[in-house]
């Protein structure tokens, strides 16, 4: 999933780097306002296990990646502002430490990432949680993952200076990662009931806290 340098034109990374830091942003600003909830110790703990569960990757065909990605998780347990800051942490310190997708392309990683993945992952789960909560954390996991492998995928097939154009690198990237989902959300719905059962506090009563409003937002 992480995009390398020199696989995106200038004009490709800059957007993503708009787009990434306009949600950032965002989020800060949300996110202040949510500083004393139970939740904010969470942070650190679910940025440190999604950091450890995204070292795992492995090659799929075009030229990039694949590995589990966490950002639907993040957001049903942390809320969309925080959990666009923990997958920030996550994939800012990955790009920057370990040489884990570019410098100059961490705008799209942040994009695809945290807050595609989280944003997607929240929306679903909000919007299926009423039916089966464990599999609306399913559905969120996959179909997240699946959202932010489009938006590599239409990254790296718009730029020139990748091989390959949108008609391949899309649906690798989206079938790819349409595979790993049905893990990725496994994992998702096996550890939100975990958590559910475990400490409900921290998970069933969370959307009264973190909007009133039904709208999906930062």
């Known amino acids: 999933m992480h995009i390398p340098d020199g696989f995106l034109d200038p004009w490709v990374a800059g957007l993503f780097w708009v787009g990434s830091g306009a949600a950032i942003g965002i989020a800060v600003r949300r996110a202040r ?9 969470l942070l650190g703990v679910v940025a440190a ?28 347990l942390l809320g969309p502002s925080l959990g666009v800051l923990a997958m920030t942490a996550v994939v800012t310190i990955q790009a920057l430490v370990f040489g884990d997708g570019g410098i100059i392309a961490l705008g799209g990683n942040l994009f695809a990432m945290a807050v595609v993945d989280v944003l997607v992952g929240y929306a ?42 949108l008609g391949v690198a899309v649906p ?4 790819g990662h349409a595979l790993l989902g049905l893990v990725e959300g496994a994992i998702t719905a096996a ?7 475990a400490r409900p506090d921290l998970v069933l009563g969370r959307f009264e806290s973190d909007s009133p409003s039904p709208e999906v937002g930062l």
């Open 49 to 76: 296990g999604i950091f450890a569960a995204q070292m795992l990757n492995w090659p799929i065909p075009g030229g990039t990646s694949a590995h589990f990605v966490g950002g639907a998780f993040a957001g049903i």
């Open 33 to 41: 306002d949510k500083l004393g909830d139970d939740r904010t110790p």
């Open 124 to 165: 679903v789960f909000r919007a299926l949680r009423g039916v089966h909560e464990t599999g609306a954390a399913f559905v969120a996991g996959w179909g997240a993952i699946t959202a932010s492998a489009l938006a590599v995928g239409v990254g790296v097939g718009l730029s020139s200076a990748f091989a390959y154009e």
């Open 172 to 175: 690798i990237m989206v079938a």
């Open 191 to 197: 550890v939100y009931g975990f958590l559910a059962n």
